[in-house]
Structures are given as structure tokens and as C-alpha cells.
């Protein structure tokens, strides 16, 4: 098992999660969160003048798969999320010990 | 003689005026960081009821008292002795004393109000009320007492102020401005870090509640509910629509038309009317509300450069506004309009012109070098400014013990 952590455009979000649907996989948390890569933050006003807000709004995807699925939905955000600009944002790929699912008990593959 | 429809007009606009505080509240409270909106938003609220009652206890008749040597109203009315259903033998004849006395109350309370926007986000909320109280009693009401008191020194003089750009706007936007360098700037203002408003959206609902109330403030001023009234009306609500188109265009010049730079003009066209609304005629609106916005933005970017951190603007948008206001009624004052006026320099009134400036250096230089004074005082005895770890937390929680918006559920 393995964890996708996305953090991506939020006006990718629904593509994102439509593929990731077609190829099987429904469950995800999403999280509004903010945040910096290489890509600049940006200038808004006060009243006259303007001021630089460093932090982007950006949407994170937690979604836990299983090791065969795993290229495949990686391959179905990036091909979703990608806009080749700076500020596309990044993926992390984390080792899962264990899942349960909460209403039944199951463990491990069962769970996801 | 009482006149049913004066009367009427001025318990109105008392109530539009009183509306004005809270209104005010939510332009600033919506400013600021959301860590301290309640702490700007408190600031107006509680005046709303401190000097609520200052008012009538002394401040009514420090300011409308029978005058002593042309400075201060005497205590003839102090507890509103001798103010009664009957109308005033100095002011306003056709309504009773009590509503002339009331309406007067709310301009010194929103007086004292506008200045807080100096001040937010760092003072100590003990401090911010001794000083009120003090600059409440040692400049506001003697300051309203030379401008619109019987027997006041620039009353004598002939400075023209209809509703306040002088007592109201200058007063309170120098005494931000000295507050504003006596505090210092807030934690990382100087460094660049964004200062971003909170609420935009209730930054325009407190412009339109503003707007509304300033009919009451500056038409209500009258005193009467006939021609004059109508006239300083549609004078107020002219100003106001100049200054917002002027306001949003300097914006889109620079970058984009924005929310809060329509909501600011607004606000700079009615401060700049205020003092003129009833003695030019209603399309000198225009000018002056193209200028107020144009003086407002220019301000603003200066003391920004400056490292200034006179937080809302008070002494750009109000300070400055207000100055103009009286030297453009100074410019386009006309006795044809107001046969209590006089006429400005577009006709002839040169000597006019002079006196607006000095009424409006007058009242500047005292409110700045009191403030000076008095916010020396209470920075050595109560402390001026919060503890950095209170600033850094935010005012709502260290000054109030709550917060605008519930966090995690429930």
C-alpha cells in the first residue's frame, strides 16, 4: 500500500478526481491548504499601493492505493494536473503500515 | 417655535448619524487582520456608549455652553440641566433642545470613532479608553466649541465648517496620524509582511452603512428639513459617487479596480463634501469629490513609503479629505445657496478662502500636538501598546477573551 500525497491546482481538482474514478479509484480526503514552490506568490491592493502575498491557494489529495494501482494513478493526476507552468505543484509517495476501515474492522488491502 | 417637520428631519438623522458608529466599525473591522477584527470593531462599539453618556453629562455643554472667552462652552447645561422639549435660545429653533443636543452627541461620538483606525491592531484597550475619554474632553469638545459654539473663536472668525470637515475629519485625522507615530508601527509592518484585510465584503457593507448615515450628518446639519437640506443632500451623494468613480479609476490605472479602492473613495468624497455640503452649490460636488480621491490616494502611497503605519489611513482619507473639503468650500462657497454662508474665491471671497485655511490649521495643529500630549501621558502611566506576545496572538483573545470566528467544530 502506498499513500499520494498531490498537492495541485485547485481548479484541478475535479479532472483529478474524475480520472482517478475511471481507473477504479474512489476514495480520497481533500484539503484546502496553501502553499509555495518556485512560483512567486502575487500582488494584491490595499487601497493604493499593493502588498505581496507569498502563499498560493492550492488543494492537497490524500489517497491511499494499492501497489499495483499505484503507476497508473500517479500517471492519471499528473496527465490531469499538468499545465507545464510553475505552480503545478508536486507529488509525495509514502510507505502505508497499515489501514482499517472503521465500520467494519477490515485490515490492510481489505480496507482500501 | 417648534416645527413638526424640522423636528422630524433631525430625530432622523440623529438616528442616521448613530448608525454611522457601527458602520465605521465594520469598514475598519473588516480592514484588518481577522485576529483582531473585534478589537476594531469593540473600539467603535464602546464609544457608542462611553461617550453616549460623557456627551450628555459634560461634553454637550463644554461644547454648546454659553461661551467663556470664545475656547469652552460654561456648565450652564451640565447634566442637561436646562435642556429640555423646548428649543435651545442659541441653537436650532424649530426643533427642541433635547433632539439639537442628541444630534450633536452622535458627531462626537463618530469623531472619536474615526480615530481609532490609527491605532488598530496594537493598542491596549485600557489605554485606547483613558485616552478617548481625555482627548474627548480636552480637544474634541472645545474644538466643536470654536467652530459651531456661540461666541467660538472661528465661529467668530468666519470659518465655515457645515458639518464637521474641520471638528470632524481634520481633528480626528491628525490626532490618528500623531497616535499612529507615538504607537509605532504593528509587528512586521515595516519588514513587509502583508497586513491583508480580513473581510472586504464587510468593508463595503460598513462604506454603504457610512454612506446611508451621511445624509443624516451631512443634510441633517441643516437643522431644517426644507430647501437647504436638499440641497447639502444631493450635494453629499454627488461627492460621494465622484470620489468613488475617481477612486476606482486610479486603481485600474495602476493595476486593477478594486473593492476596497471604491469603497475608499466613497468614504473620501463624503468627508470632503462635509464642511461645504450646504453652502456650495450640489455640482461642486464633483470637483470635490475627484479631488478628495485624488488627495487619498496619493496619501496613502506617501505614508506608505514613508514607513508610516497609520494604519487606515484616518489622516490620508479623512485628515487630508477634510482639508480640502474646507478649502474647496473656501473655493466654491456661494451666499446664493446659503445666505448663512459667504461667498468663496470663484466669487470673489478671497478673504474666505484665508479663513478656511486658518480654521482648518487651527484645529490641526492643536488635535496633533494634544495628541502628542495626552497620548505621552497615558503611555507613561497605562502603557500605550500591548505586550508583543498579546500582539502576536492578536487583540480579540488577548484584550477581549474571544474571537470573530469559531475554529474547529463543534
Not at chain 2, 422630524?8 to 458602520?23: C, F, K, N, Q, R
Not at chain 2, 467603535?44 to 475656547?71: K, Q, R
Not at chain 2, 472668525?157 to 496620524?177: I, K, W
Request: one cysteine or more; charged letters at 15%.
Amino acid at each position: 500500500m502506498k499513500k499520494i500525497e498531490a498537492t495541485i491546482r485547485p481548479e484541478k481538482l475535479e479532472p483529478v478526481r474524475s480520472a482517478l474514478a475511471e481507473i477504479g479509484i474512489m476514495g480520497m480526503t481533500v484539503t484546502e491548504v496553501s502553499g509555495r514552490g518556485k512560483q512567486r506568490g502575487i500582488l494584491l491592493q490595499w487601497r493604493a499601493g499593493e502588498y505581496r502575498v507569498e502563499f498560493l491557494p492550492k488543494v492537497k489529495i490524500e489517497v491511499v492505493v494499492l501497489d499495483e494501482d499505484l503507476s497508473r494513478a500517479l500517471n492519471a493526476i499528473i496527465r490531469k494536473a499538468k499545465t507545464g507552468e510553475r505552480g503545478d505543484g508536486k507529488i509525495f509517495v509514502l510507505p502505508i503500515d497499515n489501514a482499517i476501515r472503521i465500520r467494519t474492522g477490515d485490515e490492510g488491502v481489505n480496507a482500501i | 417655535m417648534i416645527n413638526a417637520g424640522d423636528t422630524t428631519w433631525i430625530l432622523i438623522s440623529t438616528a442616521l448619524v448613530l448608525l454611522m458608529t457601527p458602520g465605521l466599525a465594520l469598514f475598519y473591522g473588516g480592514m484588518v487582520r481577522q485576529k483582531n477584527m473585534l478589537s476594531t470593531i469593540m473600539m467603535s462599539f464602546a464609544l457608542l456608549g462611553v461617550i453616549g453618556i460623557l456627551w450628555v453629562l459634560y461634553g454637550y455643554t463644554l461644547s454648546f455652553g454659553p461661551d467663556l472667552g470664545g475656547v469652552i462652552g460654561k456648565l450652564d447645561f451640565i447634566g442637561l440641566i436646562g435642556v429640555g422639549q423646548e428649543p435651545s435660545d442659541t441653537y436650532a429653533s424649530t426643533v427642541p433642545h433635547l433632539a439639537f443636543m442628541m444630534f450633536q452627541g452622535m458627531f462626537a461620538i463618530i469623531t472619536v470613532a474615526l480615530w481609532t483606525g490609527g491605532v488598530v491592531e496594537r493598542i491596549k484597550f485600557s489605554a485606547f479608553l483613558l485616552f478617548a475619554v481625555l482627548w474627548f474632553t480636552v480637544v474634541y469638545c472645545p474644538v466643536a466649541h470654536w467652530v459651531w459654539g456661540d461666541g467660538g473663536w472661528l465661529a467668530k472668525l468666519g470659518a465655515l465648517d457645515f458639518a464637521g470637515g474641520t471638528v470632524v475629519h481634520v481633528n480626528a485625522g491628525m490626532t490618528a496620524l500623531a497616535l499612529a507615530l507615538l504607537l509605532r508601527p504593528r509587528k512586521g509592518f515595516r519588514e513587509g509582511q502583508p497586513m491583508e484585510p480580513s473581510n472586504i465584503p464587510l468593508v463595503v457593507l460598513g462604506a454603504g452603512l457610512l454612506w446611508f448615515g451621511w445624509f443624516g450628518f451631512n443634510a441633517g446639519s441643516a437643522l431644517t428639513s426644507g430647501g437647504l437640506a436638499s440641497s447639502a443632500f444631493v450635494a453629499t451623494n454627488i461627492s460621494a459617487a465622484a470620489g468613488a468613480v475617481t477612486w476606482m479609476i486610479l486603481g485600474w490605472i495602476y493595476r486593477r479596480p478594486s473593492a476596497l479602492g471604491v469603497a475608499t473613495g466613497a468614504v473620501a468624497g463624503l468627508v470632503a463634501i462635509t464642511p461645504a455640503a450646504g453652502f456650495v452649490h450640489p455640482i461642486a460636488g464633483i470637483p470635490i469629490g475627484i479631488v478628495a480621491s485624488l488627495i487619498g490616494y496619493y496619501c496613502i502611497l506617501w505614508r506608505t513609503k514613508r514607513g508610516i503605519d497609520e494604519s487606515l489611513d484616518v489622516w490620508a482619507v479623512h485628515g487630508m479629505g477634510g482639508l480640502w473639503g474646507a478649502i474647496a468650500t473656501g473655493i466654491f462657497a456661494s451666499a446664493a445657496i446659503n445666505s448663512g454662508g459667504a461667498d468663496g474665491l470663484l466669487w470673489g471671497g478671497g478673504m474666505q478662502f484665508a479663513k478656511q485655511i486658518a480654521g482648518v490649521a487651527a484645529v490641526g495643529a492643536f488635535a496633533f500636538t494634544a495628541t502628542l500630549g495626552l497620548g505621552k501621558l497615558v503611555d507613561r502611566t497605562v502603557g500605550l501598546r500591548v505586550e508583543e506576545h498579546e500582539e502576536v496572538v492578536g487583540l480579540d483573545i488577548s484584550q477581549h477573551g474571544e474571537r470573530a470566528y469559531g475554529g474547529i467544530i463543534p
